[in-house]
T-cell receptor, first 109, second 117 residues
């Protein structure tokens, strides 16, 4: 199975702090994507990083990809209470997405 | 742009009945649509991939006779859960790939919460 593993499973921080989530996967990929899901809702696409990229930024998000270690990290800087959600990485290998188990992020005011 | 809708958003049905969930791409044509299933506090698991005008490809362990998928047009795919049982209660999410877009772009619907009593 290609399913990724995120860690930590749950993360609780204060507003203003940074949140870092990690994702590991098992096989070769075309790209890796990060999604956000609020409780009981659909997925929101956050950012995509291609296999030949090492780092990408989007607003307060920073994603890194290390294909040699088959791992990625998502950094959310200056977190806000509204960032509270579950975050999933998804690997794209043959145009299908395989999702990791997710990290539940709780940002307290 | 790139909006995907699902209907209904929530459905409660009795055990043994069938339920149909619709997935529509509202402003683009989707050659491929995907159906996922998500149990509480768990990840999304791909159930099947459907291409317009052809039979769906099911993932290992997913019963094709129980989860009927029809992708009859470039903007609509349906998932029918036949003879539903309480263990089929779950959150079902579809996604669609834009016919004209880059192959890796998928757009997700808001999900359908199915409860079987």
């Amino acid at each position: 199975s290609q399913q990724g593993e995120e860690d930590p499973q749950a993360l609780s921080i204060q507003e203003g702090e940074n949140a870092t989530m990690n994702c590991s996967y098992k096989t070769s990929i075309n790209n890796l994507q990060w999604y956000r899901q609020n409780s009981g809702r659909g997925l929101v696409h956050l950012i995509l990083i291609r296999s030949n990229e090492r780092e990408k930024h989007s607003g307060r998000l920073r994603v890194t990809l290390d294909t040699s270690k088959k791992s990625s990290s998502l950094l959310i800087t200056a977190s806000r209470a509204a960032d509270t959600a579950s975050y999933f990485c998804a690997t794209d290998a043959y145009s299908t997405l395989t999702f990791g188990k997710g990290t539940m992020l709780l940002v307290s005011p | 742009g790139a909006v995907v809708s699902q209907h209904p958003s929530r459905v409660i049905c009795k055990s043994g009945t069938s339920v149909k969930i619709e997935c529509r791409s509202l402003d683009f044509q989707a050659t491929t649509m995907f159906w996922y299933r998500q149990f509480p506090k768990q990840s999304l698991m791909l159930m099947a991939t459907s291409n317009e005008g052809s039979k769906a490809t099911y993932e290992q362990g997913v019963e094709k006779d129980k989860f009927l998928i029809n992708h009859a047009s470039l903007t609509l795919s349906t998932l029918t859960v036949t003879s539903a049982h309480p263990e089929d209660s779950s959150f079902y999410i579809c996604s669609a790939r834009d016919k004209t877009g880059r192959s890796y772009e998928q757009y997700f619907g808001p999900g359908t919460r199915l409860t079987v009593t």
